[in-house]
Protein backbone atom coordinates (compact mmCIF):
# COMPACT_ATOMS: atom_id res chain seq x y z
CA UNK A 1 0.00 0.00 0.00
CA UNK A 2 2.64 2.58 -1.11
CA UNK A 3 -0.01 5.10 -3.16
CA UNK A 4 0.73 7.83 -0.40
CA UNK A 5 4.63 7.86 -0.74
CA UNK A 6 6.14 10.65 -1.01
CA UNK A 7 3.30 13.15 -0.80
CA UNK A 8 1.88 12.17 3.12
CA UNK A 9 3.07 9.58 5.62
CA UNK A 10 1.75 8.75 9.20
CA UNK A 11 4.20 10.85 10.96
CA UNK A 12 2.95 13.77 9.51
CA UNK A 13 -0.72 13.06 10.10
CA UNK A 14 0.17 12.55 13.95
CA UNK A 15 1.84 16.12 14.08
CA UNK A 16 -1.35 17.63 12.91
CA UNK A 17 -3.06 15.57 15.19
CA UNK A 18 -1.09 16.67 18.36
CA UNK A 19 -0.97 20.28 17.48
CA UNK A 20 -5.04 20.16 17.36
CA UNK A 21 -4.50 18.94 21.20
CA UNK A 22 -1.79 21.67 21.96
CA UNK A 23 -3.86 24.25 20.82
CA UNK A 24 -6.79 23.13 22.80
CA UNK A 25 -9.12 20.65 20.96
CA UNK A 26 -10.68 18.00 22.82
CA UNK A 27 -10.70 15.22 19.74
CA UNK A 28 -8.72 15.71 16.63
CA UNK A 29 -9.19 13.36 13.45
CA UNK A 30 -6.52 13.29 10.55
CA UNK A 31 -7.90 10.95 7.66
CA UNK A 32 -5.62 10.77 4.10
CA UNK A 33 -7.63 9.44 1.47
CA UNK A 34 -7.10 9.10 -2.13
CA UNK A 35 -9.03 7.56 -4.82
CA UNK A 36 -8.08 6.41 -8.42
CA UNK A 37 -11.06 5.81 -10.57
CA UNK A 38 -11.83 4.75 -14.01
CA UNK A 39 -14.49 5.50 -15.91
CA UNK A 40 -15.99 3.82 -19.01
CA UNK A 41 -19.16 4.16 -21.02
CA UNK A 42 -20.61 2.12 -23.62
CA UNK A 43 -23.71 2.80 -26.08
CA UNK A 44 -25.14 0.20 -27.96
CA UNK A 45 -21.69 -1.93 -27.46
CA UNK A 46 -19.28 0.68 -28.75
CA UNK A 47 -17.13 2.84 -26.49
CA UNK A 48 -18.86 6.45 -26.00
CA UNK A 49 -16.69 8.03 -22.78
CA UNK A 50 -13.76 7.33 -20.33
CA UNK A 51 -12.28 9.13 -18.04
CA UNK A 52 -9.66 8.31 -14.89
CA UNK A 53 -10.32 10.93 -12.16
CA UNK A 54 -7.85 11.01 -8.97
CA UNK A 55 -9.43 12.70 -6.01
CA UNK A 56 -6.92 13.18 -3.13
CA UNK A 57 -6.66 14.86 -0.34
CA UNK A 58 -6.51 15.26 3.70
CA UNK A 59 -9.76 16.12 6.05
CA UNK A 60 -9.57 17.32 9.88
CA UNK A 61 -12.14 17.39 12.20
CA UNK A 62 -11.63 18.51 15.88
CA UNK A 63 -13.88 19.14 18.94
CA UNK A 64 -13.16 22.23 20.29
CA UNK A 65 -15.16 23.95 23.87
CA UNK A 66 -17.93 21.06 22.17
CA UNK A 67 -18.49 22.66 18.91
CA UNK A 68 -17.25 20.16 15.70
CA UNK A 69 -15.33 21.61 13.02
CA UNK A 70 -14.48 19.90 9.96
CA UNK A 71 -11.80 20.88 7.06
CA UNK A 72 -10.03 19.72 3.83
CA UNK A 73 -7.57 20.29 1.93
CA UNK A 74 -5.90 19.03 -1.57
CA UNK A 75 -2.56 20.63 -0.62
CA UNK A 76 -0.45 17.69 1.05
CA UNK A 77 2.57 20.30 2.70
CA UNK A 78 2.90 20.70 6.61
CA UNK A 79 1.92 24.26 5.81
CA UNK A 80 -1.30 23.15 3.96
CA UNK A 81 -2.18 20.62 7.00
CA UNK A 82 -1.45 23.28 9.05
CA UNK A 83 -3.76 25.89 7.46
CA UNK A 84 -6.17 23.01 7.34
CA UNK A 85 -6.42 22.58 11.17
CA UNK A 86 -6.83 26.46 11.40
CA UNK A 87 -9.86 26.08 9.85
CA UNK A 88 -11.45 23.23 11.39
CA UNK A 89 -10.14 24.40 14.79
CA UNK A 90 -11.72 28.12 14.17
CA UNK A 91 -14.86 26.87 12.66
CA UNK A 92 -14.83 24.21 16.05
CA UNK A 93 -15.00 27.58 17.87
CA UNK A 94 -17.39 28.94 16.25
CA UNK A 95 -19.75 26.41 16.48
CA UNK A 96 -19.22 26.04 20.08
CA UNK A 97 -21.18 29.55 20.79
CA UNK A 98 -24.20 28.59 19.02
CA UNK A 99 -24.83 24.23 19.60
CA UNK A 100 -27.30 23.95 22.66
CA UNK A 101 -25.78 20.08 23.43
CA UNK A 102 -22.23 20.00 23.29
CA UNK A 103 -20.46 17.34 20.62
CA UNK A 104 -18.75 14.55 22.46
CA UNK A 105 -17.08 11.51 20.86
CA UNK A 106 -18.43 8.83 22.55
CA UNK A 107 -15.82 6.18 23.95
CA UNK A 108 -14.96 3.00 21.53
CA UNK A 109 -12.78 0.48 20.87
CA UNK A 110 -9.74 1.69 18.32
CA UNK A 111 -7.93 0.11 16.15
CA UNK A 112 -4.35 -0.14 15.13
CA UNK A 113 -4.07 -1.92 12.02
CA UNK A 114 -3.61 -2.37 8.37
CA UNK A 115 -5.73 -3.84 6.06
CA UNK A 116 -6.45 -3.97 2.13
CA UNK A 117 -8.45 -6.48 -0.29
CA UNK A 118 -7.11 -8.79 -2.53
CA UNK A 119 -7.14 -8.47 -6.36
CA UNK A 120 -7.13 -11.41 -8.72
CA UNK A 121 -6.22 -9.09 -11.36
CA UNK A 122 -4.81 -5.92 -10.73
CA UNK A 123 -6.62 -3.05 -11.71
CA UNK A 124 -3.55 -1.03 -12.10
CA UNK A 125 -1.72 -3.88 -13.46
CA UNK A 126 -4.41 -3.78 -16.78
CA UNK A 127 -4.30 -1.80 -19.60
CA UNK A 128 -7.09 0.50 -19.86
CA UNK A 129 -7.14 -1.23 -23.78
CA UNK A 130 -7.52 -4.21 -22.19
CA UNK A 131 -10.71 -3.39 -20.10
CA UNK A 132 -12.34 -2.14 -23.25
CA UNK A 133 -11.63 -5.07 -25.02
CA UNK A 134 -12.79 -7.67 -22.51
CA UNK A 135 -16.49 -5.12 -21.79
CA UNK A 136 -16.76 -4.72 -25.25
CA UNK A 137 -16.66 -8.49 -25.91
CA UNK A 138 -18.92 -9.29 -23.54
CA UNK A 139 -21.01 -7.02 -24.96
CA UNK A 140 -21.11 -8.91 -28.10
CA UNK A 141 -21.48 -12.21 -27.19
CA UNK A 142 -25.51 -11.57 -25.78
CA UNK A 143 -28.33 -11.54 -28.21
CA UNK A 144 -30.21 -8.47 -27.49
CA UNK A 145 -32.96 -9.39 -30.14
CA UNK A 146 -36.58 -10.98 -28.52
CA UNK A 147 -39.27 -10.65 -31.69
CA UNK A 148 -41.25 -8.30 -31.36
CA UNK A 149 -40.31 -6.74 -28.48
CA UNK A 150 -37.34 -4.10 -30.06
CA UNK A 151 -34.24 -2.62 -27.89
CA UNK A 152 -34.44 1.21 -28.71
CA UNK A 153 -31.09 1.95 -26.55
CA UNK A 154 -28.39 0.16 -24.33
CA UNK A 155 -25.99 1.51 -21.78
CA UNK A 156 -23.02 0.23 -19.58
CA UNK A 157 -21.31 1.64 -17.75
CA UNK A 158 -17.87 0.14 -16.08
CA UNK A 159 -16.24 2.43 -12.72
CA UNK A 160 -13.28 1.06 -11.06
CA UNK A 161 -12.01 2.68 -7.81
CA UNK A 162 -9.31 2.00 -5.91
CA UNK A 163 -9.52 3.71 -2.26
CA UNK A 164 -6.72 4.30 -0.09
CA UNK A 165 -6.85 5.87 3.16
CA UNK A 166 -4.77 6.40 6.15
CA UNK A 167 -6.35 7.52 9.68
CA UNK A 168 -5.09 9.15 12.92
CA UNK A 169 -7.31 9.99 15.92
CA UNK A 170 -6.33 11.78 19.03
CA UNK A 171 -7.76 8.46 21.22
CA UNK A 172 -5.83 6.07 19.90
CA UNK A 173 -6.82 5.34 16.32
CA UNK A 174 -4.36 4.14 13.70
CA UNK A 175 -5.97 2.48 10.64
CA UNK A 176 -4.49 2.15 6.78
CA UNK A 177 -6.81 0.78 4.15
CA UNK A 178 -6.59 -0.35 0.59
CA UNK A 179 -9.98 -1.02 -0.84
CA UNK A 180 -10.47 -1.63 -4.59
CA UNK A 181 -14.25 -1.81 -6.45
CA UNK A 182 -15.81 -2.68 -9.55
CA UNK A 183 -19.46 -1.65 -10.80
CA UNK A 184 -21.23 -2.25 -13.67
CA UNK A 185 -24.22 -0.19 -14.45
CA UNK A 186 -26.69 -0.92 -17.19
CA UNK A 187 -30.03 -0.02 -18.64
CA UNK A 188 -31.96 -1.43 -21.12
CA UNK A 189 -34.82 1.06 -22.63
CA UNK A 190 -37.03 -2.21 -24.77
CA UNK A 191 -40.66 -1.39 -26.56
CA UNK A 192 -43.37 -3.58 -27.79
CA UNK A 193 -46.29 -1.82 -29.77
CA UNK A 194 -47.69 0.82 -27.45
CA UNK A 195 -45.87 -1.08 -24.08
CA UNK A 196 -42.21 0.43 -23.27
CA UNK A 197 -40.44 -0.23 -20.23
CA UNK A 198 -37.06 0.41 -19.19
CA UNK A 199 -34.42 -2.21 -16.63
CA UNK A 200 -31.35 -0.95 -15.04
CA UNK A 201 -29.06 -2.81 -12.96
CA UNK A 202 -25.69 -2.96 -11.00
CA UNK A 203 -23.42 -5.18 -10.47
CA UNK A 204 -20.55 -4.13 -8.40
CA UNK A 205 -18.20 -6.38 -5.50
CA UNK A 206 -14.98 -5.53 -3.52
CA UNK A 207 -11.75 -6.59 -5.63
CA UNK A 208 -10.14 -6.39 -9.20
CA UNK A 209 -11.04 -7.20 -12.82
CA UNK A 210 -11.90 -10.27 -11.98
CA UNK A 211 -15.49 -8.93 -10.56
CA UNK A 212 -16.18 -8.51 -14.09
CA UNK A 213 -16.40 -12.03 -14.38
CA UNK A 214 -17.51 -13.03 -10.90
CA UNK A 215 -20.71 -11.10 -10.98
CA UNK A 216 -21.57 -12.70 -14.44
CA UNK A 217 -22.62 -9.67 -16.47
CA UNK A 218 -23.53 -11.91 -19.57
CA UNK A 219 -25.78 -13.79 -17.42
CA UNK A 220 -27.62 -10.89 -15.90
CA UNK A 221 -28.34 -8.62 -18.89
CA UNK A 222 -29.66 -12.17 -21.08
CA UNK A 223 -32.06 -12.76 -17.59
CA UNK A 224 -32.93 -8.80 -17.92
CA UNK A 225 -33.86 -9.46 -21.67
CA UNK A 226 -36.01 -11.80 -20.84
CA UNK A 227 -38.31 -10.68 -17.96
CA UNK A 228 -38.70 -7.55 -20.20
CA UNK A 229 -39.77 -9.68 -22.95
CA UNK A 230 -42.29 -11.25 -20.52
CA UNK A 231 -43.80 -8.15 -19.13
CA UNK A 232 -43.66 -6.97 -22.84
CA UNK A 233 -45.01 -9.52 -24.86
CA UNK A 234 -46.66 -12.27 -22.49
CA UNK A 235 -47.88 -10.50 -19.87
CA UNK A 236 -51.70 -9.88 -18.52
CA UNK A 237 -53.46 -7.25 -16.18
CA UNK A 238 -52.80 -8.38 -12.57
CA UNK A 239 -55.30 -9.41 -9.92
CA UNK A 240 -56.30 -7.18 -7.47
CA UNK A 241 -57.49 -7.44 -3.98
CA UNK A 242 -56.20 -9.02 -0.87
CA UNK A 243 -53.99 -12.13 -1.47
CA UNK A 244 -50.57 -14.15 -0.76
CA UNK A 245 -47.77 -12.26 -2.04
CA UNK A 246 -43.93 -13.76 -2.42
CA UNK A 247 -41.36 -11.59 -3.05
CA UNK A 248 -37.90 -12.22 -4.79
CA UNK A 249 -34.59 -11.28 -3.24
CA UNK A 250 -34.24 -7.83 -5.68
CA UNK A 251 -37.01 -6.22 -3.91
CA UNK A 252 -36.64 -7.92 -0.55
CA UNK A 253 -33.11 -6.17 -0.13
CA UNK A 254 -34.27 -3.04 -1.48
CA UNK A 255 -36.85 -3.01 1.47
CA UNK A 256 -34.23 -3.59 3.97
CA UNK A 257 -32.24 -0.58 2.38
CA UNK A 258 -35.11 1.63 2.08
CA UNK A 259 -37.33 0.40 4.90
CA UNK A 260 -34.89 -0.93 8.09
CA UNK A 261 -31.28 0.83 7.08
CA UNK A 262 -31.97 4.51 6.57
CA UNK A 263 -34.63 4.57 9.42
CA UNK A 264 -31.95 2.89 11.65
CA UNK A 265 -29.51 6.01 10.78
CA UNK A 266 -28.97 7.36 14.47
CA UNK A 267 -28.56 10.68 12.73
CA UNK A 268 -31.94 10.79 11.13
CA UNK A 269 -33.86 9.24 14.18
CA UNK A 270 -32.40 12.85 15.61
CA UNK A 271 -33.56 14.69 13.13
CA UNK A 272 -30.74 15.86 11.59
CA UNK A 273 -31.33 14.49 7.91
CA UNK A 274 -35.19 16.12 7.78
CA UNK A 275 -34.01 18.55 4.92
CA UNK A 276 -32.96 15.89 2.77
CA UNK A 277 -36.38 13.66 3.38
CA UNK A 278 -34.26 12.05 6.05
CA UNK A 279 -36.71 11.61 8.51
CA UNK A 280 -37.43 8.15 10.54
CA UNK A 281 -40.32 6.29 12.32
CA UNK A 282 -37.62 5.19 15.00
CA UNK A 283 -38.02 8.35 16.75
CA UNK A 284 -41.32 7.95 17.67
CA UNK A 285 -42.25 4.27 17.44
CA UNK A 286 -42.19 2.46 20.80
CA UNK A 287 -43.32 -1.16 20.39
CA UNK A 288 -40.36 -3.26 20.60
CA UNK A 289 -41.78 -5.99 18.84
CA UNK A 290 -42.45 -4.66 15.30
CA UNK A 291 -42.90 -7.55 13.30
CA UNK A 292 -42.94 -11.76 12.28
CA UNK A 293 -40.41 -13.25 14.87
CA UNK A 294 -38.66 -14.57 11.43
CA UNK A 295 -37.52 -11.64 10.68
CA UNK A 296 -33.92 -10.67 11.43
CA UNK A 297 -32.19 -8.02 9.46
CA UNK A 298 -28.28 -7.37 9.96
CA UNK A 299 -25.98 -4.47 8.40
CA UNK A 300 -22.29 -5.70 8.22
CA UNK A 301 -19.55 -4.16 6.55
CA UNK A 302 -17.23 -7.03 7.07
CA UNK A 303 -18.40 -9.44 4.08
CA UNK A 304 -15.85 -10.44 2.09
CA UNK A 305 -15.93 -9.34 -1.40
CA UNK A 306 -18.92 -7.08 -0.56
CA UNK A 307 -19.28 -3.87 -2.33
CA UNK A 308 -19.94 -1.82 0.87
CA UNK A 309 -17.27 -3.85 2.47
CA UNK A 310 -14.64 -2.18 5.26
CA UNK A 311 -12.94 -3.31 8.62
CA UNK A 312 -12.71 -0.30 10.02
CA UNK A 313 -14.51 2.90 9.82
CA UNK A 314 -14.01 6.51 9.34
CA UNK A 315 -13.42 6.85 12.74
CA UNK A 316 -10.76 3.81 13.49
CA UNK A 317 -13.66 1.78 14.77
CA UNK A 318 -13.80 -2.02 14.35
CA UNK A 319 -16.54 -2.76 11.94
CA UNK A 320 -18.93 -5.48 12.83
CA UNK A 321 -22.33 -7.21 11.93
CA UNK A 322 -24.90 -4.76 12.91
CA UNK A 323 -28.67 -6.31 14.24
CA UNK A 324 -31.28 -3.69 13.30
CA UNK A 325 -34.39 -6.16 13.74
CA UNK A 326 -33.78 -9.50 15.85
CA UNK A 327 -36.31 -11.93 15.74
CA UNK A 328 -39.17 -9.50 15.18
CA UNK A 329 -37.55 -6.90 17.56
CA UNK A 330 -36.12 -3.59 16.92
CA UNK A 331 -32.57 -3.21 18.18
CA UNK A 332 -29.93 -1.46 17.32
CA UNK A 333 -28.92 1.87 15.56
CA UNK A 334 -26.30 2.76 13.40
CA UNK A 335 -24.06 4.81 15.26
CA UNK A 336 -20.76 7.03 14.37
CA UNK A 337 -19.13 7.89 17.77
CA UNK A 338 -21.33 11.30 18.54
CA UNK A 339 -24.55 9.79 17.76
CA UNK A 340 -23.82 6.60 20.42
CA UNK A 341 -22.36 8.92 22.63
CA UNK A 342 -25.80 10.65 22.76
CA UNK A 343 -27.76 7.69 23.15
CA UNK A 344 -25.28 6.49 25.87
CA UNK A 345 -24.26 3.52 23.69
CA UNK A 346 -20.78 2.53 22.05
CA UNK A 347 -20.49 3.35 18.46
CA UNK A 348 -21.15 0.05 15.79
CA UNK A 349 -18.46 1.44 13.37
CA UNK A 350 -20.81 3.18 10.87
CA UNK A 351 -19.19 6.68 10.19
CA UNK A 352 -17.97 6.43 6.72
CA UNK A 353 -16.99 9.34 3.95
CA UNK A 354 -17.25 9.49 0.35
CA UNK A 355 -13.62 11.16 -0.16
CA UNK A 356 -11.31 13.90 1.59
CA UNK A 357 -13.86 16.64 0.70
CA UNK A 358 -16.61 14.85 3.16
CA UNK A 359 -17.46 14.51 6.79
CA UNK A 360 -17.98 11.38 7.88
CA UNK A 361 -21.38 10.40 8.47
CA UNK A 362 -23.67 7.48 9.59
CA UNK A 363 -24.48 5.25 6.73
CA UNK A 364 -25.15 1.48 5.65
CA UNK A 365 -22.55 -0.90 4.44
CA UNK A 366 -24.54 -4.69 3.26
CA UNK A 367 -27.98 -4.64 4.58
CA UNK A 368 -29.97 -8.33 4.42
CA UNK A 369 -32.43 -9.88 5.73
CA UNK A 370 -31.17 -12.91 7.28
CA UNK A 371 -32.45 -16.88 5.70
CA UNK A 372 -34.76 -19.04 6.78
CA UNK A 373 -35.91 -22.30 6.31
CA UNK A 374 -37.92 -22.47 3.19
CA UNK A 375 -37.09 -24.01 -0.41
CA UNK A 376 -38.87 -21.74 -3.08
CA UNK A 377 -41.40 -24.37 -4.26
CA UNK A 378 -42.33 -24.35 -0.27
CA UNK A 379 -42.99 -21.13 -0.44
CA UNK A 380 -45.03 -21.61 -3.96
CA UNK A 381 -46.67 -24.70 -2.57
CA UNK A 382 -48.93 -23.38 0.33
CA UNK A 383 -50.78 -20.47 -1.72
CA UNK A 384 -54.00 -20.95 -3.32
CA UNK A 385 -54.29 -17.56 -4.37
CA UNK A 386 -51.50 -15.03 -4.83
CA UNK A 387 -48.84 -13.40 -7.37
CA UNK A 388 -44.86 -13.77 -6.99
CA UNK A 389 -43.14 -10.51 -7.93
CA UNK A 390 -39.60 -11.62 -8.56
CA UNK A 391 -38.46 -7.87 -10.02
CA UNK A 392 -39.27 -4.38 -9.57
CA UNK A 393 -39.17 -1.81 -12.15
CA UNK A 394 -39.95 1.26 -9.84
CA UNK A 395 -40.75 2.08 -6.53
CA UNK A 396 -40.93 5.15 -3.74
CA UNK A 397 -40.98 5.14 -0.09
CA UNK A 398 -42.24 8.47 1.97
CA UNK A 399 -40.10 10.53 4.15
CA UNK A 400 -40.52 8.56 7.14
CA UNK A 401 -39.93 5.27 5.45
CA UNK A 402 -43.20 3.89 6.92
CA UNK A 403 -45.37 3.63 3.53
CA UNK A 404 -43.76 1.96 0.34
CA UNK A 405 -45.06 1.29 -3.28
CA UNK A 406 -43.04 -1.14 -5.34
CA UNK A 407 -43.93 -1.80 -8.98
CA UNK A 408 -43.23 -5.17 -10.28
CA UNK A 409 -41.00 -5.94 -13.75
CA UNK A 410 -41.54 -9.68 -13.85
CA UNK A 411 -44.01 -11.18 -11.91
CA UNK A 412 -46.83 -14.46 -12.10
CA UNK A 413 -49.94 -15.32 -10.99
CA UNK A 414 -49.48 -18.39 -8.36
CA UNK A 415 -53.08 -20.75 -8.14
CA UNK A 416 -53.13 -23.88 -5.82
CA UNK A 417 -49.41 -23.85 -5.20
CA UNK A 418 -48.42 -23.82 -8.62
CA UNK A 419 -47.00 -20.48 -11.14
CA UNK A 420 -48.93 -19.72 -13.66
CA UNK A 421 -49.26 -16.72 -16.62
CA UNK A 422 -47.07 -13.54 -16.16
CA UNK A 423 -48.79 -10.23 -15.22
CA UNK A 424 -47.61 -6.91 -15.20
CA UNK A 425 -46.91 -3.94 -13.25
CA UNK A 426 -48.13 -5.38 -9.89
CA UNK A 427 -48.00 -2.49 -7.64
CA UNK A 428 -47.81 -3.27 -4.10
CA UNK A 429 -48.65 -0.50 -1.70
CA UNK A 430 -47.91 -1.22 1.94
CA UNK A 431 -46.70 0.16 5.03
CA UNK A 432 -43.55 -0.60 6.97
CA UNK A 433 -45.02 -2.46 9.57
CA UNK A 434 -47.80 -4.53 7.51
CA UNK A 435 -44.86 -5.57 4.99
CA UNK A 436 -42.86 -7.14 8.56
CA UNK A 437 -45.96 -8.61 10.57
CA UNK A 438 -47.32 -10.56 7.37
CA UNK A 439 -44.44 -12.27 6.80
CA UNK A 440 -44.77 -15.48 7.66
CA UNK A 441 -42.41 -17.91 5.67
CA UNK A 442 -38.45 -17.01 4.29
CA UNK A 443 -36.07 -18.80 1.81
CA UNK A 444 -33.39 -20.04 2.54
CA UNK A 445 -31.46 -18.76 -0.01
CA UNK A 446 -29.17 -15.45 -0.06
CA UNK A 447 -28.98 -12.94 -2.82
CA UNK A 448 -27.11 -9.17 -2.91
CA UNK A 449 -27.50 -6.53 -5.73
CA UNK A 450 -25.54 -3.44 -5.34
CA UNK A 451 -26.60 0.35 -5.11
CA UNK A 452 -24.95 3.29 -4.65
CA UNK A 453 -26.53 4.79 -1.41
CA UNK A 454 -27.35 8.40 -1.31
CA UNK A 455 -27.24 10.74 1.63
CA UNK A 456 -25.80 14.33 2.52
CA UNK A 457 -25.65 17.54 1.98
CA UNK A 458 -23.59 17.84 -0.09
CA UNK A 459 -24.79 14.25 -1.50
CA UNK A 460 -22.02 11.46 -0.47
CA UNK A 461 -22.90 8.59 -3.08
CA UNK A 462 -21.40 5.28 -0.62
CA UNK A 463 -21.08 1.80 -2.38
CA UNK A 464 -23.66 -0.93 -0.57
CA UNK A 465 -25.08 -4.25 -0.92
CA UNK A 466 -28.55 -5.12 -0.39
CA UNK A 467 -30.01 -8.78 0.16
CA UNK A 468 -32.36 -11.35 1.44
CA UNK A 469 -33.96 -14.58 0.49
CA UNK A 470 -37.54 -15.42 -0.99
CA UNK A 471 -40.42 -14.01 1.14
CA UNK A 472 -43.93 -15.09 1.72
CA UNK A 473 -46.55 -12.34 3.03
CA UNK A 474 -50.09 -13.80 3.72
CA UNK A 475 -53.26 -11.39 2.85
CA UNK A 476 -51.35 -8.04 1.90
CA UNK A 477 -53.67 -6.02 -0.52
CA UNK A 478 -52.49 -5.59 -4.42
Known sequence: MSEAVGLVDFIKLERIVEEAIRSGAEYAEVRYHRVDGLSLFFLNGVLFGAYQPLVSGVAIRVVYSGGLGFSSTSDLTSEGLRDAL?????????????????????????????????????????????????????????????????????????????????????????????????????????????????????????????????????????????????????????????????????????????????????????????????????????????????????????????????????????????????????????????TAAVFNVESNASARATDYRSEPIVRMANTYMAPGDYTFEELIEDVREGVYIRKYMEWNIDDYRWNARYVGLEAYIIKDGRLGDPVRDVVLEITTKEFFSNIDAIGRDLEFSAGTCGKGEPSQPMPVW?????????????
Not at 209 to 216: L, Q
Not at 466 to 478: D, Q, S, T
Open 86 to 338: SRAIASARSSSFMVKNKVVMGAASLGYAKYSVLERKLLVDMPVEDKINSLVEKLKSIDFKRDPMRISSYTLSYNENIEYKMLVTSDGAVIESRVPRVSLFYNISASSGERRANRWNMLAASGGFEVVDKVKLEEEINDDLNSLYTSLVKAQSPPRGRMDVVLGPEIVGLAMHESVGHPSEADRVLGREAAQAGLSYRREYREPQFGSELVTVIDDPTIPGSYGFYLYDDEGVPARRRFLINKGRLEELLHNRE
Open 466 to 478: MGGPHIRLRGVRL
